[in-house]
């Protein structure tokens, strides 16, 4: 094999490597959104709620979404980072 098919093929490795990064990143920040729409919806629900079991259930929801949030928000960091 030459040295041009070699580098191509590396290239090519390197590049599908790289895509492959960008896809999952897109499918963090998809995943993030909805939970920042959720997040919100429960939000409002626990302002208006009046039963205080259920606004100690609400706001554990609204803990829990908001540590994945940060979660995701860390798994970003380390993929751009890493680039």
């Given at each position: 094999m030459n040295?041009?098919?070699l580098l191509t093929r590396l290239q090519e490795f390197?590049?599908?490597?790289?895509?492959?990064?960008?896809?999952?990143?897109?499918?963090?920040?998809?995943?993030?959104?909805?939970?920042?729409?959720?997040?919100?919806?429960?939000?409002?629900?626990?302002?208006?709620?009046?039963?205080?079991?259920?606004k100690k259930a609400l706001q554990m929801e609204?803990?829990?979404i908001k540590a994945q949030i940060e979660k995701g928000n860390d798994v970003l960091k380390e993929l751009y980072s890493n680039s």
């Open positions: 040295k041009v098919k390197f590049n599908a490597d790289e895509k492959q990064k960008r896809e999952k990143a897109e499918e963090i920040k998809d995943v993030i959104e909805k939970l920042k729409t959720k997040q919100l919806k429960i939000t409002r629900m626990l302002s208006e709620c009046q039963d205080e079991q259920m609204v803990d829990i």
